[in-house]
């Protein structure tokens, strides 16, 4: 099977779209998932092409009184030799956010297949601005950061993120005058997981990718039944739809160019990518168990194996949160 570039494009957003933030009130969990494809790299069979863990806490570290939440997710072929010959990956995605506000502060990526792609993107709220940076494993001396991006380092590594010093590198352009509640792509999945479930009910989100704003829209679909390892269980299914910023909206500078996908479900309006289709546990705590993708190449599903609560509390119900129908 040999994916190409395009296909490792694929997948690593498809995987990034299954890290959904834990809900305000439980302490920590543990997701497992298996990554399957099926089209025509297979002979279209699907076929276990990875592993992925999600793991959510919320942290001690605040910010303006409001807690910073976790989000890590990572994935790998490395238990299956045959992607390792063609394509080898090793991702890891780490979102730092705040759940009450709701919006993103920080957004680490960390992607290695044929090379290592390792960024910061930096959101300081005082004057809604977010900012990006390399870390640059190689790299020693760089000028000093200004005093408000300390500020923000500080909390983060508190909050857990590695203390990365000299080798942050920072990269002209800069995303300015976000709107409230910009969100990066795991902590937006978490505003999904608290939606009320309402059938047909569509709710719009604004996130970004650290270069352009990304308009989401989440459609409940309705009810469906899921057969999974550990049973089965009753779901919501949504679809998730990421559309083209407006050209008002604001840009980065120097942005670099984007494959638009023009078959938009009204008609009007361009899709960053195919929909995704995300089933939701049906239960107060609205597990992920399931994701997929259907791209030209084939469909890509992320599907829950194992899910480990740890030091777990009693959930609240927020604004039509969790406990919600």
């Known amino acids: 099977m040999h994916t190409g570039s395009r296909s490792a494009r694929c997948l690593a957003a498809v995987i990034a779209l299954v890290g959904l933030g834990l809900s305000p009130g439980l302490a920590a969990e543990i997701l497992d998932y298996r990554v399957t494809y099926d089209g025509v790299f297979s002979a279209f069979k699907a076929v276990p092409i990875g592993d992925a863990r999600l793991d959510v806490e919320q942290t001690t570290a605040s910010l303006d009184g409001a807690?910073?939440?976790?989000?890590?997710?990572?994935?790998?072929?490395?238990?299956?030799?045959?992607?390792?010959?063609?394509?080898?990956?090793?991702?890891?995605?780490?979102?730092?956010?705040?759940?009450?506000?709701?919006?993103?502060l920080a957004y680490e990526r960390r992607k290695q297949t044929t090379r290592l792609r390792h960024d910061l993107?930096?959101?300081?709220?005082?004057?809604?601005?977010?900012?990006?940076?390399?870390?640059?494993?190689?790299?020693t001396g760089r000028k000093e950061t200004a005093r408000e991006t300390r500020a923000l380092l500080s909390t983060l590594r508190r909050a857990g993120m590695a203390d990365h010093g000299?080798?942050?590198?920072?990269?002209?352009?800069?995303?300015?005058?976000?709107?409230?509640?910009?969100?990066?792509?795991?902590?937006?999945?978490?505003?999904?997981?608290?939606?009320p479930m309402v059938e047909g009910a569509r709710h719009e989100f604004t996130a970004t990718d650290g270069k352009t704003l990304i308009r989401y829209a989440a459609t409940v679909l309705g009810r469906e039944r899921l057969e999974l390892p550990m049973g089965g269980r009753p779901a919501w299914k949504l679809r998730i739809d990421g559309f083209e910023a407006t050209e008002e909206g604001p840009r980065v500078e120097a942005q670099e160019s984007l494959e638009v996908l023009s078959d938009a479900s009204d008609g009007t309006e361009?899709?960053?990518?195919?929909?995704?289709?995300?089933?939701?546990?049906?239960?107060?705590?609205?597990?992920?168990?399931?994701?997929?993708?259907?791209?030209?190449?084939?469909?890509?599903?992320?599907?829950?194996?194992?899910?480990?609560?740890?030091?777990?509390?009693?959930?609240?119900?927020?604004?039509?949160?969790?406990?919600?129908r």
């Open 67 to 104: 807690p910073v939440m976790r989000a890590r997710l990572t994935a790998s072929s490395a238990a299956y030799p045959l992607v390792e010959q063609l394509y080898p990956y090793r991702y890891e995605f780490t979102s730092y956010h705040q759940s009450a506000i709701p919006r993103t």
């Open 121 to 139: 993107l930096l959101v300081d709220w005082g004057d809604g601005a977010l900012r990006r940076f390399n870390i640059d494993q190689e790299a």
């Open 166 to 195: 000299p080798r942050l590198a920072p990269q002209d352009g800069e995303l300015s005058g976000l709107p409230h509640s910009t969100l990066d792509r795991l902590a937006l999945l978490q505003r999904v997981r608290g939606l």
């Open 270 to 324: 361009e899709l960053r990518h195919p929909p995704v289709f995300i089933w939701l546990d049906s239960g107060p705590r609205r597990l992920p168990l399931r994701l997929e993708s259907r791209q030209a190449v084939g469909t890509f599903t992320v599907a829950l194996q194992r899910e480990l609560t740890v030091q777990s509390a009693a959930l609240a119900t927020p604004e039509g949160g969790l406990g919600a």
